[in-house]
């Protein structure tokens, strides 16, 4: 258990609808991480959140956003979706805002059908 | 245009043997190295790092070595176990603050008992 939990575990929406992933980092971490892994990919990192003020942005599309709020967990929105956002999203979170030790939870499922 | 290349999908080893995962990548500015572990089910878990200005790192059973002129890194496991089999994910970070991170497809190793 790497002490970082993410809600819901599974999700199943329908083309066009927003859904909201939700994300708590481990106790006294202060960065969170956002990643997303579609079908036999890699992980592809979508944005960092550092003490509440995004530090870094990386693939993430318009149709997406994050927020961090002051008790430190994060979330993730997403709009507008396409079947191709189906996927897996990992958070993951990290004491410093370098990331060279991230811990990550056991991701949100998200089929969109 | 894949910048983290993971050319093995998958590797079969029998336990007791050496493991050896390979991982290559393009972009000569990357400057810190790490590798994760991932069961089913959970997300990814921190193995080892190692930074370029290093060529070797070592923790327990798991090496990590780099090669900068061949931009090649590769994670060896000695002794393999059967709790090693899962899918491994080596990712390269270019800044100082390793923030944004690019993770390779992964490889599925296998540890035959």
């Known amino acids: 258990d790497s002490g970082v939990t993410q809600t819901p575990k599974h999700l199943i929406t329908a083309t066009g609808q927003r859904v909201t992933l939700r994300c708590s980092p481990r106790?006294?971490?202060?960065?969170v991480y956002w990643y997303q892994q579609s079908l036999d990919q890699g992980l592809q990192f979508l944005i960092q959140?550092?003490?509440?003020?995004?530090?870094a942005k990386g693939n993430i599309l318009e149709r997406f956003s994050a927020q961090q709020f002051p008790d430190l967990h994060s979330e993730l929105n997403l709009s507008s979706l396409e079947l191709g956002d189906s996927a897996l999203y990992f958070c993951?979170?990290?004491?410093?805002?370098?990331?060279?030790?991230?811990?990550f939870g056991p991701g949100t499922r998200l089929t969109v059908t | 245009d894949q910048q983290v290349k993971q050319n093995s999908p998958s590797l079969s080893v029998q336990e007791g043997r050496i493991s050896i995962l390979n991982c290559d990548y393009t972009?000569?500015?990357?400057?810190?190295f790490l590798w994760y572990k991932k069961y089913p089910a959970e997300g990814p878990t921190f193995l080892i790092s190692?930074?370029?200005?290093?060529d070797k790192n070592e923790d327990g059973r798991f090496t990590v070595f780099l090669n900068k002129s061949a931009k090649h890194l590769s994670l060896h496991i000695v002794p393999s176990q059967p709790g090693d089999s899962a899918v491994y994910f080596c990712?390269?970070?270019?800044?100082?603050?390793?923030?944004?991170?690019?993770f390779g497809p992964g490889t599925r190793l296998s540890v035959l008992p």
């Open positions: 190692i930074s370029s200005i290093k």
């Open positions: 106790s006294g971490d202060l960065s």
């Open positions: 990712a390269a970070s270019m800044d100082n603050y390793g923030q944004n991170f690019v």
């Open positions: 972009n000569s500015m990357f400057d810190y």
């Open positions: 959140y550092y003490n509440g003020e995004e530090r």
């Open positions: 993951a979170s990290s004491v410093n805002p370098t990331g060279r030790e991230q811990y």
